[in-house]
């Protein structure tokens, strides 16, 4: 890989997640105190993200992947995205903002898998380049959330300036794609099916009961998840955090840390303790959350926020490679498929639809919650998701096989 292209895929990286963290992290708030949302139609606006993941796989599987290059459709898709993400900064209701951003959604959640298919169709060793361009990402959504805490458009009432900013980068992005290595499309004249598309292939995984343990448990702990992604923005300023979507970046610099500790914790802990440490953070995540404050308990704030590393970390990224090593060669990316299209689509669309309705029942008045209550009840889903893990998952079982179905017999911890 040449440098001129290396420092293209960083930018492609770099723009890509700045967009997603420019609105995304503050939406909640925006809709709250701008257009007078009520906690279950801030969810409606975040169970978008849900239904874009659901869809994407038709997008890609359908479009991308038999008739275009990866480039130019990432290059449209960001076009269309900045002059839909900009109509959001004209409307003046709940009722008129919800079309735009699930169209946005719809149409930007594809593009995730396009920055990945471009960068890979430039590297001869993705495992050692990719994390190289990845990184970029990381750092494009923590320097969003660092402008908007240094600007304060939360304390003055303008993050409507988030979608505006947002819009202008998803334009030079859609502008820098038709400049990017061509990657033609690889199922050309090849028949796709619906199975294809969603990863069925993969189903005979869920034979093997300990990973049918965690893909149930990967499913049922975004729904916690839905519920951060939600509320965290609007309850830290309700709270009086100053700048927090500024505070909030620390998150994405934790799950950079531990992302890089990955190895070390792998080699000594195995795939159970640190799936059931994932799940034990996002626990202690929220009662953090539910007995902080802005006063003498702000470290719980911070540690709430903090911890995100090994929420995310520990248990999406090492169910990924978990997922991975079960499934062999001929499998690896409809299994990938299937669980990226069973958490982000099914499990958060469900944390979304029963998030908001929670949030308004805890409604002290027109600027208030009651969040301890409110907090503890995604700390509880989560703590029962943990103790089943517990007693169900063994990964001792051999996955029964079908007739031409390969799949590799699992091993009782996987190393990387």
Known sequence: MTAAIRI???????????????????????????????????ATAYATQALGAIIAPFVIGLIADKYFSAQKILGI???????????????????????????????????????????????????????????????????????????????????????????????????????????????????????????????????????????????????????YYNFTNPFLNEVGMKRAAGVQSLGQVSEFVFMVAMPFFFVRLGVKKMLAMGMLAWALRYVFFAYGNAGNEYWMLLAGIIIHGVCYDFFFVTGQIYTDNLAGERFKSAAQGFITLATYGVGMFIGFTISGPIVDHWQTSPTSHNWQTIWLIPGGIAAAVLVLFLLFFKDTNQIQTQPGLDIEEPSPEVQI
């Open 8 to 42: 293209k895929l960083s930018t492609m990286m770099f723009l890509e997640f700045f967009i997603w963290g420019a609105w995304f992290v503050t939406m909640g708030t925006y809709l709250t105190k701008t257009l007078s949302a009520t906690g279950t139609q801030n």
């Open 77 to 227: 898709l960001h076009i269309i995205g900045a002059m839909l993400l900009y109509y959001e900064t004209t409307v003046p209701s709940f009722d008129t903002f919800y079309p735009g951003i699930l169209a946005y959604m719809i149409i930007y959640m594809p593009t995730l898998a396009l920055v990945n298919s471009v960068s890979f169709k430039q590297m001869t060793d993705p495992s050692k380049e990719f994390p190289r361009i990845r990184v970029f990402g990381t750092a494009g959504w923590i320097i969003a959330g660092l402008i908007i805490g240094w600007l304060g458009w939360e304390q003055s009432g303008t993050l409507v300036l988030t979608f505006k900013m947002a819009a202008i980068a998803s334009a030079i992005l859609g502008i820098l794609s038709f400049t990017l290595p061509d990657t033609p499309p690889v199922k050309k004249g090849l028949k796709t099916s619906i199975s294809d598309i969603i990863g069925l292939d993969s189903i005979g995984l869920l034979k093997n009961r300990s990973y049918l343990v965690f893909f149930l448990a990967s499913v049922a702990i975004c729904i916690p998840l839905a519920f």
